[in-house]
């Protein structure tokens, strides 16, 4: 349900003057197994987020090397610049949505790369700053985009949408049985100003305790999150992108933190090229410990035959 994280062994050259990453890379040493980077080697990351495996990359693809860095949140994008700096000349940065990946790489000239990388979902960054709306654990403003150059943020879906299309929401991206009887108390205790404020119309109606492991809130943030940002339909759309950008036998790595994710990856992977692993990778016992946030990542690889 929740997001990335994992202990990077993959530090750059030199790099201890820069800026400590503020998001582990999940999976790292798999998606790098699976990618194979070689000297010389092109690439893309479409969700290049805070560089850790785009520097992973970058620093096996040797002078050579080039990489082509999207993500559609300029923040994630200033803090990869200065994490990726030791690599300058061989990565080119695009604010982007990689929904776009085709038209990007075009315009960059990435033809025949090597792979391609997507690490799916939000960023510790992201996450940890509470003026981005993403987390009820601290109050900020209904927000949730990633590129705050939208126009659609969660306070207009939680305080404009009707309760039945409300529903639909929190019931299909956050798979949340009560939806119904969380939509109709979102919808009597307008208007919401902040996360917290939402997050107690949720939990009033929750028995006030958790489910298990997870806060009652969780499931309905995440179907907020998905929908402002489209989420499923870039993500479609990328997967569709990306055949005709791969070299014969390149590979594309896919991790994702929701099954709805992973089943269009699962089966859109299907279809476009040979699948790699046919059992779907999950971080091993101690990345979970180290990074509790990255316990629901699925690692996924498909070949261009
Ligand atoms: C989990 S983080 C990536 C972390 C990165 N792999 C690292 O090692 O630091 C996900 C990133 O994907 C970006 N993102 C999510 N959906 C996107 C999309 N449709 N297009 C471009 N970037 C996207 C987010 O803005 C965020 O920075």
Redesign the pocket.
């Known amino acids: 349900m929740s997001?990335?994280?994992s202990a990077?062994s993959t530090a750059p050259p030199n790099g201890a003057h820069r800026p400590a990453?503020a998001?582990?890379?999940?999976l790292?040493e798999q998606v790098i197994a699976f990618l194979a980077p070689r000297s010389g080697g092109h690439f893309i990351?479409?969700?290049?987020?805070?560089?850790?495996?785009?520097?992973a990359i970058l620093e096996r693809t040797g002078p050579d090397g080039r990489l082509l860095a999207?993500?559609?949140?300029p923040a994630?994008l200033e803090?990869?610049r200065a994490?990726l700096a030791d690599y300058a000349g061989r990565v080119v940065f695009r604010h982007?949505?990689?929904?776009d990946v085709a038209a990007v790489a075009g315009e960059e000239r990435f033809r025949d790369v090597n792979g391609v990388?997507?690490?799916?979902?939000?960023?510790?960054?992201?996450l940890d700053d509470a003026h981005r709306g993403f987390s009820f654990r601290q109050d900020g403003p209904l927000d949730m985009r990633?590129?705050p150059s939208q126009s659609v943020t969660a306070s207009d879906i939680v305080n404009r949408a009707g309760e039945t299309e409300l529903a639909d929401i929190i019931y299909r991206y956050g798979e949340e049985r009560r939806s119904r009887r969380i939509a109709r108390a979102i919808v009597r205790a307008r208007p919401h100003r902040g996360t917290r404020d939402l997050a107690g119309a949720i939990e009033s109606v929750s028995g006030g305790g958790r489910r298990g492991r997870i806060h009652p809130a969780t499931r309905t943030f995440l179907a907020l999150r998905v929908a402002v940002?489209r989420?499923l339909d870039?993500?479609e759309a990328?997967l569709d992108g990306v055949p005709a950008l791969l070299a014969g036998g390149a590979r594309l790595a896919v991790?994702s933190?929701h099954s709805l994710e992973d089943r269009i990856v699962k089966h859109r992977m299907r279809a476009i090229g040979r699948v790699v692993n046919r059992k779907v990778v999950r971080p091993d016992e101690s990345e979970r410990m180290a990074n509790p946030r990255s316990r629901s990542a699925k690692l996924r690889v498909m070949e261009r035959q």
């Open positions: 997001e990335a994280v990077s990453p998001h582990r890379p999940v790292i990351d479409g969700t290049v987020g805070a560089g850790g495996h785009a520097a999207i993500d559609r949140d994630a803090l990869a994490r982007a949505n990689f929904s990388v997507a690490d799916l979902g939000v960023s510790s960054m992201m990633m590129d940002n989420e870039h993500l990328f991790i933190f």
